[in-house]
Each structure stands twice: as C-alpha cells, then as structure tokens.
C-alpha cells in the first residue's frame, strides 16, 4: 500500500472533474500528514464512492483536486441500524467512533423508562455537529465510505414501529445468535440495545412479540461496548455466505 493509499479524506463539494477539501482536512493534509500540491490521495464522498485525486493548488483553507478515477463501492448486506436507549452524550460520541467502522448505516437514540434524563432537548444542534465530526473522522480511519447518521432521539413506541427487517434486542437470558430464525442473509437488521438502567419489563415483553433476543455474553455489559459486541456478531452474516 502506498503512502496515499493508506490515508482517506473527506469531501461533499464536488463536481464531475474536481473536488474541493475543506479547512479541517486542509490542515490535516498539510500539517499533520506533509502532502503537497502534486500529491495523489482519496478522498471519499460519504456516500459510498472514493475518488482518486490530484492536489492541484493549496491554500490554507481550501485544497483544489482533480479526480483521475472515481469507484462506487456496494454497501454489504444486511444493512444494520442500531436503537439505542439514551446514553449520556460521551457514550454516543463512542458510538459515534466505535460503529461505523462495523458497517453500521444509523444509529437511532430511543427515549426509554429507564434511559438518561432529558439532555437533548436544548443541545442537539450542538452536539449532533460533534457527533458528525466523530463519524467522519472514524469511516476516514477506517476506510469505510459510508457516513453512519445519527437520529434525534425517538419515543420507544415510535423505535418498535420503525424498525426493519431482522429485529434482534440484547438481553442477558437471550440465545445465541444461532437460534435466530432466517432464511439466508438478510437484507437489513435491527438491533435494539438498552439504556445503561436496561430495559423495563414492559419494554422487554415489547420487543419479544417483534424480535429475537440474543445474549452478548456472561456479564454486563456498558451500553456502548454492548452495541459493539452485538453488531460484530451480526457482522458474521456478512461473511458466513
């Protein structure tokens, strides 16, 4: 793997022939990494397609490429949402690092009974532009060029009602994923993963009238780590045929 080839940015300002990088991969690019103007580096859209680009000019702010191939990559199958009991906002920040790079399309924060006490209300705006800079900044480590987004948190009952496809929750007296009944892969998967309180008993007996509850192992889990672990099981469908 060449020096470019190991490095990917980010870009939405983009025509047929060129491409603009913006302040923050500019600084990257230049300060942190030492490419020039000449330099030959990817650039990813978000969207599913990397470009192979030219540095043409540079200034301190912008950086003017020309795009000499461009590669539209499949999103694997199946594509997987993640619901999420309301965490505070340094666990979706994790979230935000740890699951794109898993393949994870959406996540979907889910107002529980037993989740975080209502800090979004007033704050998302602010914090959803932290958490796309956490995203971007993962699916560039790992050259995965789809940008997960995250939702503005929904109501439990609204969480059921939307989820597609296989619907998987976590739980500890759960099976193995195994024992969950398929026919072939499938296209798209919900995985509902509790608060750090957990679910109520209520919001259990919800979820098993609609989906499979699978175990994560022996212990608990924080919910986090435990949304990790889970979409890395279901990541084996993608592989196992």
């Known amino acids: 793997m060449s020096r470019s080839d190991h490095f990917l940015f980010y870009s939405t300002e983009i025509s047929?022939?060129?491409?603009?990088l913006g302040v923050d991969?500019?600084?990257?690019?230049?300060?942190?990494?030492?490419?020039?103007?000449?330099?030959?580096i990817l650039v990813t859209d978000g969207a599913g397609t990397i470009f192979e680009c030219k540095i043409e000019k540079m200034k301190r702010d912008r950086a003017l490429c020309s795009i000499l191939s461009r590669k539209s990559v499949d999103c694997d199958s199946p594509s997987i949402t993640v619901y999420v009991g309301?965490?505070?906002?340094?666990?979706?920040?994790?979230?935000?690092?740890?699951?794109?790079?898993?393949?994870?399309?959406?996540?979907i924060p889910v107002i529980t009974q037993h989740c975080q006490k209502n800090w979004w209300d007033n704050r998302w705006d602010k914090c959803?532009?932290?958490?796309?800079?956490?995203?971007?900044a993962s699916i560039k480590q790992s050259h995965n060029p789809f940008a997960m987004t995250i939702d503005f948190p929904i109501p439990f009952a609204q969480a059921v009602e939307s989820a597609e496809g296989t619907i998987l929750f976590c739980d500890e007296t759960?099976?193995?994923?195994?024992?969950v009944p398929r026919e072939g892969k499938p296209s798209s998967v919900s995985i509902f993963v509790g608060p750090p309180g957990g679910f109520s008993d209520e919001e259990?007996?919800?979820?098993?009238?609609?989906?499979?509850?699978?175990?994560?192992?022996?212990?608990?889990?924080?919910?986090?780590?435990?949304?990790?672990?889970?979409v890395s099981l279901v990541n084996q469908w993608r592989i196992d045929e």
């Open 16 to 20: 047929e022939q060129v491409l603009v």
């Open 25 to 40: 991969e500019v600084a990257h690019l230049t300060q942190v990494l030492r490419f020039t103007e000449g330099d030959e």
């Open 86 to 107: 309301v965490p505070d906002r340094d666990r979706i920040e994790t979230l935000c690092e740890e699951l794109p790079p898993l393949g994870v399309i959406k996540v």
């Open 128 to 136: 959803d532009e932290r958490f796309g800079r956490k995203v971007i």
């Open 174 to 179: 759960g099976g193995t994923l195994n024992a």
């Open 204 to 230: 259990k007996a919800v979820l098993g009238t609609v989906g499979t509850k699978i175990a994560l192992g022996p212990w608990r889990l924080r919910t986090e780590l435990a949304a990790v672990t889970a």
